[in-house]
């Protein structure tokens, strides 16, 4: 005879049913309870903020641009505001706004925007990178986010005024590009001073169409001592006389200098073959002897890295000391508008030491000593860290 | 009817269920039985389980793959000669021991766990604490050494818990771990002065000159200043420990068993501690 269903379950002893239906109704329970997951943060403005300081030159370079979730977004600009520096430059990337040619996606930038503004924080936006579809196809050339070439400088020139007329109200002013004196910053080709004076006078008088206001800035070039333009790099110093030498004065309103101490101090004179934080001095003199020593200079990039393990990183107490003495030099120096600090925060930072060990806050806000020192500097209240 | 008995009550009904249902019985059994054999049969190592490619090509090529950024003296530097320092002695010194040619391979710090993930090395050793983040794919060994904050005092004075500090001085180096830590304890405790010093030395120097009863700083630039400086001695632990791990990958659990076990062998017999010396 072919056992029914009925007559095999009425074998199985009672305890077992019990047992099993309990088990089953477990694992409903756990089921139903697997697709719950917690919600995301709720950000809520909050009434606009104002930085308090003593000393407007303070600003730093915050990375938002990867920062996803918005409450990570308001917390850093919060921490910037509370430290006491007015301004931040921050990264806009062509690729994310125009991801599609033609198509401007600004939800992210206008995040930002938002709580900067939000915070009392002046912006500086620091453009660049080159979306897929104004690279050549993979197929034909394998090419970085950094590789522009001239066939689509108009197509820049149209972010940058786009940006302008979105933010120009509300911003201090754009950078063009980043350190085109590196060869990596410029599609790991040979570094073209002429080529980045063109994109440069192009996307000034672009960005002065949209906003007549807004301080294009130029440069931004990278310290280094490399001569030769073949190679991967040219001296800053040398990029500059170049681009003043093929038109560029004239086409911004400041230069852009990042200048960063590495192991020496910040009084360390410069020199032009040595790499230090008074070498933008030098990027002063090229700009005296062409006759444009009215541009004011912003330190958007500077600092001091105090990692364990690199060779050209610092003790934490020379750090606060070097980073302190850097900003009373530019206060003193009529020249300047402002030294922001690389970086505030990154947002993830397993995979980045060299930035982590610049950045003020850890990834997970927790505040590092320089942090603190930077505060009492800029809020003129007693140093935590003092000999 | 307490808890026990309600237990043995339970026990006797199943084993009265199991007698009146032999065959029902004999099929749970098997049932189990199979899923042990599956097991056992499925362990890494096994049959049929998953097998460890990176020491089974270890043991064919004879060779080992390390990774390190050799920009860390006296750790691990690049110079005319190749890449030498206490990491890469311990990393040739685990190759002898296993038999194979240690071959490393220099990159940048960032690159590190890449090239593990991606299996251009076998193991990592350059500086790594564990990282949770990292643990689902990552093995961490036991450290192969401590770089924490460490107390220095003097010999006839000797500090060797922070315990021993209350009512007395402290020496650090500014915006340091220790100097925060020292900051801690001095909440924790009812009097700690500290003494705040640009540089690591500079608070050992001010142990010496009777500012300070002990100098909390790290371990590499105590055991480097001690080394020129008898008048003082070291605490035998860190007060702020920070390990130093080898990094290998999860899946090479052959791998990392006898990594370990060399490793354990270096710390017993005592190399460990030689090739420690000889670079601090």
């Known amino acids: 005879m072919i056992p029914t269903l009925h007559s095999i379950s009425s074998r199985v002893p009672p305890a077992i049913w019990r047992t099993g239906g309990w088990l089953v109704r477990l694992l409903i329970v756990l089921i139903a309870l697997r697709p719950i997951t917690p919600a995301p943060a709720h950000v809520t403005l909050g009434p606009p903020q104002t930085v308090e300081t003593q000393h407007p030159a303070v600003c730093v370079h915050t990375r938002l641009t990867d920062e996803v979730e918005e409450w990570k977004v308001q917390r850093t600009l919060s921490m910037v505001r509370e430290m006491g520096a007015s301004t931040i430059v921050e990264f806009f990337p062509w690729p994310y706004a125009e991801h599609d040619e033609g198509r401007y996606d600004w939800a992210h930038f206008d995040r930002i925007m938002l709580h900067a503004r939000n915070q009392g924080l002046s912006v500086i936006a620091r453009l660049g990178l080159v979306p897929d579809w104004a690279r050549p196809p993979v197929v034909e050339k394998v090419t970085t986010l950094t590789y522009l070439t001239e066939d689509y400088y108009d197509e820049f020139v149209d972010f940058v005024r786009a940006f302008v007329a979105r933010y120009g109200d509300e911003i201090v002013g754009v950078i063009i590009w980043n350190e085109p004196n590196l060869g990596i910053e410029w599609g790991n080709r040979p570094v073209d001073p002429e080529a980045y004076t063109g994109l440069l006078r192009q996307s000034y008088t672009?960005?002065?169409?949209?906003?007549?206001?807004v301080v294009v800035m130029g440069g931004a070039l990278a310290p280094t001592v490399n001569p030769d333009a073949s190679g991967s790099a040219l001296s800053d110093v040398d990029f500059l006389e170049r681009m003043y030498e093929a038109g560029a004065k004239g086409y911004f309103d400041a230069l852009a200098v990042h200048t960063y101490g590495f192991t020496r101090p910040a009084q360390d004179p410069p020199d032009p073959d040595v790499v230090n934080f008074r070498r933008v001095e030098l990027l002063r003199e090229v700009m005296a002897r062409y006759g444009d020593d009215a541009t004011p200079v912003y330190i958007t990039e500077s600092g001091w890295n105090d990692d364990p393990r690199w060779t050209n990183a610092v003790r934490p107490g020379q750090r606060i000391v070097y980073t302190l003495e850097a900003f009373e030099m530019v206060e003193a120096w009529p020249w300047t508008e402002t030294l922001c600090l690389w970086n505030f925060r990154i947002p993830f930072d397993l995979n980045n030491r060299r930035d982590a060990y610049y950045a003020l806050v850890s990834s997970d806000f927790h505040i590092r000593p320089v942090y603190e020192a930077v505060q009492a500097y800029a809020r003129g209240w007693e140093s935590p860290y003092l000999p | 009817m307490n808890r026990a008995h309600a237990l043995r009550h339970r026990a006797r009904q199943t084993v009265h269920a199991a007698r009146q249902h032999p065959r029902l019985t004999l099929i749970a059994i098997a049932g189990l039985a199979l899923l042990a054999a599956a097991w056992v049969l499925t362990r890494p190592g096994a049959p049929f389980g998953p097998q460890d490619g990176t020491w089974r090509r270890s043991q064919i090529n004879r060779d080992l793959y390390v990774g390190l950024d050799p920009n860390y003296p006296p750790f691990a530097e690049w110079t005319p000669d190749g890449i030498i320092g206490l990491e890469a002695d311990i990393a040739h010194e685990i190759?002898?021991?296993?038999?194979?040619?240690?071959?490393?391979?220099?990159?940048?710090?960032?690159?590190?766990?890449?090239?593990?993930?991606i299996g251009t090395v076998d193991f990592l050793i350059s500086g790594l604490r564990r990282n949770p983040a990292y643990e689902e794919w990552v093995h961490y060994t036991p450290p192969y050494f401590d770089a924490g904050q460490v107390l220095v005092s003097r010999p006839d004075a000797p500090v060797t818990r922070w315990r021993d500090l209350d009512g007395k001085t402290v020496a650090v180096e500014i915006a340091s771990a220790g100097d925060q830590a020292a900051q801690r304890w001095q909440r924790r405790l009812h009097a700690l002065d500290i003494v705040r010093a640009m540089l690591p030395q500079e608070a050992m120097?001010?142990?010496?000159?009777?500012e300070a009863d002990a100098a909390l700083?790290?371990?590499?630039?105590?055991?480097l200043y001690l080394a020129e400086h008898d008048d003082l001695v070291m605490a035998e632990d860190t007060a702020v420990p920070e390990e130093f791990v080898i990094a290998l990958r999860e899946e090479n659990f052959r791998m990392i068993a006898e990594v370990e076990d060399v490793l354990a062998e270096m710390r017993a017999d005592g190399t460990l501690d030689a090739i420690i010396d000889r670079w601090l």
């Open chain 2, 205 to 210: 120097q001010a142990v010496q000159a009777g």
């Open chain 2, 95 to 117: 190759g002898r021991r296993l038999g194979v040619k240690t071959s490393i391979l220099i990159m940048g710090y960032d690159g590190l766990y890449d090239a593990l993930y």
């Open chain 2, 217 to 223: 700083v790290d371990v590499v630039s105590a055991r």
């Open chain 1, 206 to 213: 672009a960005a002065h169409a949209a906003n007549p206001d």
